[in-house]
């Protein structure tokens, strides 16, 4: 009886020890996962979306030196992050395998340019700006924690700052200017601003959001407190400045008419960057291509040319260039040839 006593604590103790060799291995294991990159596929990087509201992306094929030098810069940020952002963001690597990745077909649409960072903010893909290093990596990912998709305008002058109405922009007038979308409603419980909410989701990464509820401001901006929704499109646009929304309340429709007008009637698509930014609109592109010498006589053109691009601007935009600038930059015009 006593030797049985005995085999059976014996067998006890060794469950035991094998227990706590168990929970050291998995503390040890979840501590290097805490210090590594979420790894992360075409098949896996749905999930992740879904569970990570903060995620900044790092694009690698195999056997690319530069890609792991860029992730060695993640790796360095992570840990730093993980404090100062309170575990707000997660620094991923998604390894391409296969031209037919859906990354490369719905986000960089193909052309892609190593070593490429991607921001996701609530499922939503946003272009990476800035150097490849550890203090730009912080700066940037921490400045997007503390960035709300929709800014609240809680105040006459801060409202004035947002457009772009206030006396410093009036004083630097020739300062470019970026466009904003401002929705005053009556609460934030209606359909309506469910719709506004869900469209500043989707085009976060082109344009910044602000939301009012206060019926002074309203009062300001308006006339007089809302009753219904109110979007408008401000720009620095002369023939532009102010836009109104007057279609459906839905998504689709919304979003498209904020990325239709949110950019010139006719657009002057003569650098690469001009080029990246329409692209980024997702819009079917009418371009116009010219000789040099065309240049003096394009101000004739450009009349009619905004008479129908004035009529079908939710469904086509239009750009022109000198064809010079496009064979400087052949990769360029491959990509804008495609949204012809």
């Known amino acids: 009886m006593g030797a049985q006593r005995r085999s ?43 569970e990570h509201p903060l995620l ?21 940020a992570e840990a730093q992050l993980r404090v100062q ?14 031209a037919d990745s859906p990354v490369l077909a719905r986000i960089v649409q193909g052309a892609l340019t190593l070593p490429k960072l991607i921001i996701f903010r609530e499922g939503e893909a946003m272009d990476y700006v800035g150097s490849f290093d550890k203090a730009s990596i912080l700066e940037t990912m921490l400045r997007e924690t503390s960035r709300d998709t929709i800014q609240g305008l809680r105040s006459v002058k801060q409202t004035e700052r947002f457009l772009h109405l206030d006396s410093w922009s009036s004083q630097h007038a020739d300062d470019e200017k970026p466009p904003r979308v401002v929705g005053f409603f009556p609460s934030n419980e209606s359909a309506a601003y469910a719709v506004y909410r869900t469209s500043a989701r989707k085009l976060q990464g082109l ?76 819009v079917p592109l009418f371009l116009l291509l010219m000789p040099d010498s065309y240049e003096e006589e394009l101000g004739e053109l450009i009349v009619h040319f905004r008479s129908v691009a004035a009529r ?29």
Not at 56 to 76: F, G, N, T, W, Y
Not at 219 to 237: E, H, M, N, W, Y
Not at 248 to 260: D, G, K, M, Q, V
């Open 207 to 282: 344009i910044s959001f602000g939301e009012c509820f206060d019926p002074t401001i309203q009062r300001k901006f308006l006339g007089s407190p809302t009753r219904k929704p109110v979007i408008q499109l401000v720009k620095a646009d002369k023939r532009e400045r102010k836009l109104t929304y007057s279609g459906p309340l839905a998504p689709a429709a919304l979003s498209r008419w904020i990325a239709t007008h949110s950019v010139a009637l006719v657009q002057d698509l003569s650098t690469e960057s001009s080029i990246e930014s329409h692209m980024a609109i997702g």
């Open 56 to 76: 900044l992306i790092s694009v690698s094929v195999p056997d690319c030196e530069v890609c792991a030098a860029l992730e060695r810069q993640m790796k360095a």
């Open 312 to 340: 079908v601007r939710e469904k086509l935009l239009f750009g022109f260039d000198l064809a010079s600038s496009l064979q400087r930059n052949p990769d360029v015009k491959e990509r804008s040839c495609t949204s012809t």
């Open 8 to 50: 059976a604590r014996a067998v006890v103790a060794h469950a035991t020890l094998w227990l706590l060799l168990l929970s050291a291995h998995s503390a040890c294991c979840k501590k290097k996962a805490e210090g590594s990159l979420l790894q992360l596929t075409d098949e896996t990087l749905q999930a992740a979306l879904q």
């Open 85 to 98: 952002a309170k575990n707000a963001v997660v620094l991923g690597r998604l390894k391409i395998t296969s």
